[in-house]
């Protein structure tokens, strides 16, 4: 359900915008989109996990929020990441 260690440095040097880069919204958009796409598979199997829906729930939501202040602030990098992680908007 959740994302490996090796994952998830592979999707902080992929989306980072400098050295060090972990708290860019272009990375946190990545990471919980990878969180998101794990959870979803998981909620197929277990249709009745009620636990699980909420926590994806409350990923897709924090996800949004992070879409709408790059949507805000940089226009042209939402619209390639939209497209890079194949996200509906």
């Known amino acids: 359900m959740s994302i490996t260690a090796e994952r998830k440095q592979d ?3 992929q989306y980072a915008t400098k050295d060090n880069d972990t708290g860019s919204s272009p990375v946190q958009i990545a990471i919980l989109t990878e969180r ?20 994806l729930l409350m990923l897709v939501n924090k996800r949004r929020k992070h879409l709408d202040y790059l949507k805000k602030t940089q226009l042209e990098k939402y619209q390639s990441l939209i497209k890079e ?4 908007r």
């Open 36 to 55: 998101i796409n794990n959870l979803t598979g998981h909620m197929g199997m277990h249709v009745k996990d009620v636990h699980s829906r909420r926590g």
């Open 11 to 13: 999707l902080i040097k």
């Open 85 to 88: 992680l194949n996200i509906r």
